[in-house]
């Protein structure tokens, strides 16, 4: 059927599902680069290796050493007056740093916003493909995706890669119908809907910065403070996190940028305080 | 006290010797070196790489540079297993090709970015070798730099090194660029000429110290009139 085929819609006899049946895409071990224009998605495996172990056992061999980007501290949390989500901006590979000035926080539409901590590039492509999922959403729909839904998109792609080394820790804020919301989502699949989370190698620092400073009614100010206190903390300690504050505030009207301040400045402001 | 008792035939300490099966497995990488560089100006866009390709102990040729065109007004340097540079820069002449076909265009510096990422990705479980970075001018006609891990993480930025020597040239960038760690200077924007004099001798230190760059460096300016080459001997040794 031709307008089945054009919108992607597969019969029930066809043995490969598509990536939201459950069942896991296609996996080859050779790509068809030229193939362009497939629905389903390829990926790559090396034959008769687990994927999983497959980067670590290169690692043995003089020279080669695939590193990919890592490392992260992002937190977010919901208060009166909606969500703050607060990212730094540091990307490592192995004990390089790749970048002291990565953006963690990915705006798939004016009223949702995803973060990323673990591996950049995984980060980057599912959350990419997650914010075309949810335009066709609002295209196929005609009203904006929910924030559950759109997170429950999300942890669905993460199911169908579950054991293949994927390292993904994510965020999902946004404000529909229900009010503000705020899902965690990580690459085992988890997906949990809470008032504040903290992700990355950095979270722990975090955590306690804002659980100890953290009211339901605090004004808008102090929260700006005390996310950016929470990330500042976190990379002072933890050396995986570091580069500048990114943090966003998502309110009824949609989400705004807040500010973007480099974390030395901001330590050297607090032990001014301090002493 | 170590006596000739405790050694076997082979030279080997008897009671240190393991004597299990051992796993040796093929490994479809090798790391062939090379170094590679960007900068983004206002107007412009340098793409460099050393011609050096190695493996080991031994060098394959002194001629083999790192960077390829890819339009007009975009150049990528491949840096890493040379098997997978060369399969990556075919793959995308022809998905280049493609999209001039179908839209009647060329493909824009950000798009080959974006596309780069996912053809990349396409590989997350069994990776192509390579590290890259994509030198151009973006639509309105600023240099332009995006830069790659292995997997298709990338962003924009206004300079960046990478292959064997990067970790030694990107805080060498980081301060003469970016005037970072540097108190009371005045920032002054690159002009093309101290940018190209900048890359040659922040190449000349790279060779100096690193084993896998070296022999000639080739040079990509990219300015909205075309890409100028030009090469320059490095130290050989």
Redesign the interface.
């Known amino acids: 059927m031709a307008l089945a085929a054009v919108c992607g819609v597969q019969c029930a006899s066809e043995p490969f599902g598509q990536i939201f049946s459950g069942k896991q895409a296609r996996l080859f071990d050779r790509p068809n680069h030229f193939s362009f224009g497939t629905k389903i998605q390829e990926f790559a495996v090396p034959v008769g290796n687990e994927p999983s172990s497959f980067l670590r056992s290169c690692d043995r061999e003089e020279g080669v050493r695939i590193e990919l980007d890592h490392g992260t501290t992002t937190l977010a949390f919901k208060f009166r007056h909606g969500v703050i989500v607060a990212v730094d901006s540091r990307a490592s590979a192995g004990k390089y740093l790749a970048s002291n000035d990565v953006n963690k926080v990915i705006e798939i539409n004016p009223y949702l916003l995803g973060t990323m901590s673990g591996s950049a590039a995984d980060c980057q492509y599912w959350e990419r493909l997650l914010a075309k999922e949810c335009r066709l959403y609002r295209l196929r729909n005609n009203h904006r995706i929910s924030v559950a839904a759109a997170s429950k998109l999300l942890s669905n792609m993460m199911l169908g890669y579950r054991g293949m080394g994927l390292s993904m820790g994510s965020m999902i804020c946004g404000w529909d119908k229900e009010g503000p919301g705020l899902y965690y989502v990580d690459d085992n699949g988890t997906r949990l809907s809470g008032r504040m989370f903290s992700t990355g190698c950095g979270n722990g620092y975090a955590y306690g910065v804002v659980d100890s400073g953290y009211e339901e009614d605090m004004t808008v100010e102090e929260a700006y403070e005390l996310g950016c206190r929470g990330i500042a903390h976190a990379t002072h300690r933890d050396a995986y996190s570091g580069g500048s504050v990114n943090m966003y505030h998502m309110r009824e009207d949609g989400w705004i940028k807040v500010c973007k301040e480099d974390v030395s400045d901001l330590i050297h402001r607090y032990r001014e305080g301090m002493f | 006290m170590l006596s000739a008792q405790n050694f076997g035939e082979s030279g080997k300490m008897k009671e240190y010797h393991y004597t299990g099966p051992v796993e040796h497995?093929f490994?479809?990488?090798?790391?062939n070196?090379g170094t590679v560089l960007a900068v983004a100006g206002e107007d412009f866009a340098i793409v460099a790489s050393d011609t050096r390709l190695s493996e080991?102990y031994s060098i394959h040729s002194r001629d083999s540079p790192k960077c390829y065109k890819l339009t007009d007004t975009t150049v990528i340097g491949c840096s890493g297993?040379h098997g997978d540079c060369l399969t990556l820069t075919k793959?995308i002449d022809?998905?280049l090709k493609?999209y001039k076909h179908s839209n009647n265009k060329t493909m824009t510096s950000g798009a080959i970015a974006a596309m780069l990422?996912?053809?990349?990705?396409?590989?997350?479980?069994?990776?192509y070798?390579v590290y890259n970075i994509i030198g151009g001018l973006d639509e309105q006609g600023k240099g332009a730099v995006y830069?790659f891990?292995?997997?298709?993480?990338?962003?924009r930025?206004t300079y960046k090194a990478g292959g064997s020597a990067?970790?030694m040239l990107q805080p060498l960038l980081d301060n003469q660029i970016g005037f970072k760690n540097m108190e009371g200077v005045e920032h002054v924007p690159l002009s093309k000429d101290k940018a190209v004099q900048l890359v040659k001798d922040v190449f000349i230190s790279a060779a100096e110290r690193d084993v896998y760059t070296g022999d000639a460096l080739r040079i990509c300016i990219i300015t909205k009139e075309g890409i100028q080459e030009q090469n320059i001997p490095l130290r050989k040794d």
Do not use: K, W
């Not at chain 2, 490994?27 to 790391?31: L, N």
């Not at chain 2, 990422?117 to 990776?127: D, M």
């Not at chain 2, 891990?149 to 962003?155: A, C, I, L, M, R």
């Open positions: 497995r490994s479809p990488y090798a790391f070196g080991g297993f793959i022809a998905r493609m990422s996912t053809i990349l990705y396409s590989r997350r479980f069994f990776p070798y830069s891990d292995p997997v298709g993480s990338y962003q930025d990067s970790a």
